[in-house]
């Protein structure tokens, strides 16, 4: 049997660099109520991202759990100036898309909402992972458009989602990313380093 992984990163003190969409006010609403449906009619146990840490990660740069040999902080101070450009670059030439997110599910780290991936999407996150490379190694995006709801604190049975349907679909545009360091996981503190704009242009 499957089971939940508690998540060790919840509420630490970290040090990560990411790629993200974040949704404006009108969608946070929305995925507010769709953490309180699944909330109320699920026994399982959930820790609650937070509304304000709410996103969809487009690429991670680098992520809060250790990669490498040397610390984070090393990692971007030798790095970020350049990943910053080259990302950038990658975004301008991709058009703004639309995110449709119409299914909740669980795994065994997450319950999470999630979308069709984009097309536009799709290529920037090939382009990126294509692009960066440090040490042998380069960023792989999540295989998903999502973004996670909860996280567990219990090692348990992975549980079935109950919510309420009215709930979904939740529709987004994305005419922007932002790049950010967060220094608090999930998401709960971060430090905005650019937010480009999507234009579509080569």
């Known amino acids: 049997m499957i089971r939940t992984k508690i998540d060790t990163l919840w509420f630490k003190r970290c040090c990560a660099f990411h790629l993200q969409?974040?949704?404006?006010?009108?969608?946070?609403?929305?995925l507010c109520a769709l953490q309180d449906s699944v909330e109320r009619d699920s026994a399982a146990a959930l820790a609650r991202v937070p509304a304000t840490s709410l996103h969809m990660t487009v690429v991670s740069l680098v992520k809060a759990a250790a990669q490498f040999s040397i610390a984070n902080e090393e990692i971007w101070k030798r790095n970020g100036e350049r990943w910053m450009?080259?990302?950038?670059r990658l975004?301008?030439?991709t058009p703004p898309f639309e995110l449709h997110f119409h299914e909740v599910a669980a795994s065994e780290a997450a319950v999470f909402v999630k979308a069709e991936e984009p097309a536009a999407l799709r290529r920037l996150r090939s382009a990126i992972s294509q692009?960066?490379?440090?040490?042998?190694?380069?960023?792989?995006?999540?295989r998903i458009a999502h973004m996670t709801l909860f996280r567990f604190f219990a090692e348990e049975p992975?549980?079935?989602v109950s919510f309420d349907v009215g709930c979904l679909p939740i529709r987004v545009r994305a005419g922007s990313l932002t790049?950010?360091?967060?220094?608090v996981y999930p998401n709960v503190e971060i430090n905005i380093l650019s937010q480009p704009l999507m234009r579509g242009k080569s």
Do not use: G, N, T
Request: glycine fraction near 0%; proline fraction near 14%; charged fraction near 40%.
């Open 21 to 30: 969409f974040l949704p404006d006010r009108e969608a946070l609403s929305k």
């Open 85 to 88: 450009e080259i990302v950038e």
């Open 91 to 93: 975004i301008d030439e």
């Open 131 to 142: 692009a960066i490379c440090f040490d042998e190694w380069r960023p792989i995006p999540p």
């Open 158 to 160: 992975v549980p079935a």
């Open 179 to 183: 790049l950010l360091e967060e220094r």
